[in-house]
């Protein structure tokens, strides 16, 4: 069956780590008819974390594209990870839907990565509900966790359905706008049922009822003028406003439940069904048009056919998954589609949908549906296809850039390329994962948002393709660079045999601005070298720049001038002059108060209040300059600073200990600066080292 765009629905589920939304999802489906019996996390057979990662640590890795029916809408849930690491799949949720249903735990409230997660909901004008879960446990307390979001989001939640009860005398909850009770079944296998409302909650149904009203009054002028004219609002004015309310992300409806008793999903499904934006109700997708100009396209199931690649997912059997959604027309099997990027034609040949693990051919998937094509080899995450006369691309999505570094290689070193090819794969898989060949240190060096993330593809790595990789702290790209202007003369003799060799350069080194990196000047009076040799001198000076005096280090920001020079009838040559230009450039260097320099960062650190000191204090410990903080909301401050590099190299890993994991990061190569006195020897002693070792290796 395929569904008309205006009766689909695509809801992200995200949240704090373990707050217990993949629990919630199982439950969801299972109430709703799309599978027959709801498995646990601990069981490893839900729907959503079916990776063999997810089963192992039993936490959600990937996010993971489901669906249910209710009457004749679709609704496409993409199940979020919620640890830091994996931040990059609960982007793409964001992105890929017109709502996010946001997972409170009922006895913490609002914790960090939520609050993190609201900020990018934020800044897309996202609309979002919230679910408070865990409401079956000691302590669960619904008006309290209602209270924290209104204090950190400063944004008041409509309770759409209330509890009766709660923790372990949780009896059920209350559908505030149908006017219906669900008791809570025997047991989480069985489905909620609706039956009225006990008398005894009345009177809280009828408050509930009075702050919906409110609500949905924000949702246009006319309805908040016959709301303050007439202090209510009926039914029909109830569920319009807050349609218009929640579309607009001014309204945040608010449930109560539990996922692993199976409470309150009957409710959050009929709201989501009836009440939830549709992706024509907004879904503006912004492009890029054949003159790079951003535009923007809404969904559209009249135009052609274009889509654009969510996620793609390397199956060791299906092969390649290119998940997708579409924003105009509809893709269907036998339609001609171009890959916009690399303008690659190609026939689809069928559309399929997905629960969890499991791939299901449907006839067509309509403007706004997700859905997803197979082997397509072209396909890239973030690319467009598009049945267009005209092709154009959708805007890729942002990420946040990798911060934790690892240098890797095979142990065996006969296994790198097979390594570095899975390692590319794993990047295609996960755009916040990336593989580079660092020239300057010679070293393969993978990034991540951290730890957690990077081990478990290297985990994967190990369990799939037998290989072992060996991991350290990168090496920092130091630089050399001098302080002030010098001068040098090299003559290059040599009387081998035959013909011998004879070059003569006087050279002047002076510093350059920083980042200005080479200049060369030719201030040569006459004809003391011919210039047919000004190239071989030039290469001479590349070469010396490669390994600099102080510790090998390239050296950068340097002009060096030509003044004078000498050259032999017979015996000069262009390599001659190259080796005396070499000679001449080291000595200019010795003389003229030769520097290494270190890359600085700029850092931005996110930290609650509470961690502020210690976050700061560490810092200074980093050589670190803080230029500025500011409060950014929910009780998270943003510390901005300069750090070395050097300095940084966990980073990832002490800021989470510092901060029990609350604490991210984002970093910048900002420029480099000069070092010396003890940590300048420090970094020459282990060049030294580092070059003696490779030596014997060889
Ligand atoms: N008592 C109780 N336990 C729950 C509830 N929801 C989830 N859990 C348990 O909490 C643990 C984590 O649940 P998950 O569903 O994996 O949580 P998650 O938010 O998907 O976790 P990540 O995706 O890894 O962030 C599991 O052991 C669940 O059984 C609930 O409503 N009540
Ligand atoms: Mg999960």
């Known amino acids: 069956m395929s569904f008309a ?3 689909i629905k695509n809801v992200a589920l995200a949240g704090h780590g373990s707050t217990g939304k993949t629990t919630l999802l199982e439950h969801l489906l299972f109430q709703g008819g799309a599978i027959s019996k709801p498995e646990t996390i601990e069981s490893g057979k839900t729907v959503s974390d079916f990776g063999e990662d997810e089963i192992a640590r039993k936490i959600s890795v990937r996010s993971s594209l489901t669906h249910l029916s209710v009457r004749d809408t679709k609704i496409n849930f993409i199940d979020a990870p919620g640890s830091s690491d994996f931040v990059g799949e609960v982007i793409l949720a964001f992105r890929a839907c017109e709502s996010a249903l946001i997972l409170i735990d009922a006895k913490s409230g609002v914790q960090i990565e939520t609050i993190k997660l609201w900020r990018n909901l934020d800044s897309r004008s996202k609309p979002r509900m919230v679910f408070v879960t865990r409401m079956d446990e000691d302590r669960a307390n619904y008006s309290a966790a209602l209270e924290d979001i209104k204090t950190k989001f400063k944004v008041a939640p409509v309770p759409v359905t209330i509890p009766m009860g709660e923790g372990l005398e949780l009896k059920g909850v209350i559908d505030v706008i149908n006017q219906k009770a669900y008791l809570k079944p025997a047991n989480g296998e069985q489905k909620e049922t609706a039956s009225d409302i006990p008398a005894e909650y009345a009177d809280a149904v009828e408050e509930a009822r009075l702050q919906l009203c409110e609500a949905a009054a924000e949702g246009s002028d006319e309805l908040m003028e016959k709301y303050l004219d007439e202090g209510q609002l009926g039914q029909e004015d109830i569920v319009a406003g807050l349609r218009c309310a929640l579309a607009q992300a001014k309204a945040v409806p608010a449930f109560a439940g539990s996922g692993l008793k199976n409470v309150g999903t009957a409710a959050l499904l009929e709201f989501i ?31 052609p056919a274009t889509a654009m690649i969510i996620k ?17 027309g509809t893709l269907a099997p036998d339609l001609e589609i171009v890959n916009v990027r690399d ?31 197979t082997k397509s080899a072209s396909l890239k995450t973030n690319d467009t296809i598009s049945a267009m006369d005209k092709p154009f691309a959708y805007k890729p999505l942002k990420l946040p850039t990798p911060v934790h570094l690892i240098a890797i290689s095979a142990a065996n070193k006969k ?28 070293e393969t060096v993978i990034a991540g948002m951290g730890e957690l993330q990077i081990n478990m593809i290297l985990d994967k790595i190990k369990n799939q393709a037998k290989i072992v990789a060996e991991t350290r702290i990168p090496r920092v790209a130091y630089r050399e660079t001098i302080t002030k202007k010098s001068g040098a003369e090299y003559t ?11 070059a003569r350069v006087v050279f002047e080194v002076e510093p350059l601005e920083r980042g200005t990196g080479y ?36 050296v950068v920001d340097v002009k060096t001038s030509i003044t004078d020079g000498k050259e032999h009838p017979v015996d000069s040559s262009e390599m001659a002059f190259k080796i005396a230009s070499r000679g001449a450039f080291r000595e200019g260097t010795k003389t003229a108060n030769p520097v290494l320099l270190e890359p600085i960062m700029d850092l931005r650190v996110f930290a609650e209040e509470k961690n502020l000191g210690d976050v700061m204090s560490d810092l200074s410990g980093r050589r670190g300059r803080i230029s500025g903080q500011n409060p950014i909301g929910g009780g998270i401050i943003e510390v901005d600073a300069q750090v070395p590099q050097a300095e940084l190299l966990r980073y990832a890993i002490d800021l989470r200990s510092m901060t029990s994991g609350t604490a991210s990061f984002e970093v910048d190569f900002s420029h480099y600066a000069p070092i010396t006195g003890k940590i300048a020897e420090d970094v020459i002693k282990a060049a030294q080292a580092f070059r003696t070792a490779e030596a014997e290796e060889e």
């Open 5 to 7: 765009t205006d009766h």
């Open 273 to 303: 069904a009836t009440m939830a934006p549709s992706p024509l109700s907004l879904g503006a997708e912004e492009i890029v048009d054949a003159d790079g100009a951003d535009q923007q396209v809404a969904v559209d199931p009249a135009k």
């Open 312 to 328: 793609t997912q390397i199956d060791q059997f299906s092969g390649r998954l290119s998940f997708l959604k579409v924003i105009t």
């Open 343 to 373: 303008g690659r034609k190609e026939r689809l040949s069928k559309v399929y949908t997905a629960q969890g693990k499991k791939i299901e051919e449907v006839p067509a998937l309509a403007a706004g549906d997700i859905g997803l094509i």
């Open 415 to 442: 296994e790198e390329d097979k390594l570095n090819e899975m390692l590319y794969k794993a990047a295609e898989e996960d755009l916040t994962f990336q593989v580079n060949f660092n020239a300057e240190t010679k």
């Open 492 to 502: 290059h003799k040599k009387q081998t045999g035959g013909h011998g060799q004879y």
């Open 519 to 554: 200049q060369f000047e030719n201030k040569l009076f006459g004809q003391s070298v011919s210039r047919g040799f000004i190239p071989g001198i030039e290469k001479g000076i590349h070469q010396a720049m490669e390994n600099g005096v102080v510790a090998g280090y390239p």
